[in-house]
């Protein structure tokens, strides 16, 4: 079985661009999380997406948001980007995303520098 | 509000000696904890998780934590450390299922 994949794995942009991630999740997962990841900071939720529904939302400005499509396939995306978006940007997904008990399988990530 | 705190941010310990990562949560329902592994460039990788099961918790790789709630903390240990434990561990709760709250991880080196 395939595991979570992300796309692309590394990026590079210069602030005021937008970026869009790519995420795809294990086959029948049909919820996927998305969670930045900084030095000292750890990973932060972004949200999380269900049936091509949000959710769940951290506490991110509007630049940051995301889609599912109906093969449960995700993408953020990031606009006008800031130096402090740089970041590993994580993928997981889990098989419906009720219960504790759903563990979160997670991508390799992309890692957005922005320059 | 869930949160986790991870004390440490760098622990080092020889090969062989004991490996003690420590772990408090706060939440307001009984949680679900997690303790993920993340070797360099890779993603996340599920050591073990606490669903009100068992206190003692027995994970992949020798691994094992145990859940006190008197104490809110669900520390990760190992008899003896080998090289290759030597990663970034993070420690995680949820109160719901769905939304997952991390600590900002602890960097395990072995000296060998």
């Known amino acids: 079985k395939a595991g979570v994949t992300q796309t692309p794995r590394y990026l590079i942009k210069t602030r005021g661009q937008q970026v869009t991630l790519s995420c795809s999740p294990i086959s029948g997962h049909r919820s996927v999380s998305w969670y930045q990841q900084t030095p000292g900071q750890g990973l932060q939720f972004l949200f999380e997406?269900?049936?091509?529904?949000?959710?769940n939302k951290g506490n991110f400005p509007g630049r940051f948001s995301g889609r599912q499509f109906s093969n449960s396939r995700s993408e953020m995306n990031v606009s006008t980007l800031e130096l402090g978006d740089s970041a590993l940007y994580l993928c997981?997904?889990?098989?419906?995303?009720?219960?504790?008990?759903?563990?979160?399988?997670f991508g390799p990530g992309t890692r957005l520098t922005v320059l | 509000a869930q949160s986790v705190t991870q004390l440490g941010s760098h622990v080092s310990v020889s090969e062989g000696a004991l490996v003690l990562l420590r772990c408090n949560y706060s939440?307001?329902?009984?949680?679900?904890l997690f303790w993920y592994v993340q070797y360099p460039n890779q993603g996340l990788q599920l050591l073990l998780k606490y669903t009100s099961a068992a206190t003692l918790v027995k994970g992949i790789n020798g691994f094992e934590a145990e859940f006190k709630k008197s104490e809110t903390s669900f520390h990760l240990t190992k008899p003896s450390a080998h090289m290759s434990d030597a990663a970034e561990y993070f420690c995680a709760v949820s109160e719901t299922g769905n939304q997952f709250y991390f600590g900002t991880g602890t960097s395990l080196t072995v000296i060998p």
């Open positions: 997981a997904s889990s098989k419906n995303g009720q219960g504790g008990l759903n563990e979160q399988f």
């Open positions: 939440s307001s329902v009984p949680p679900y």
């Open positions: 997406y269900f049936s091509e529904t949000q959710r």
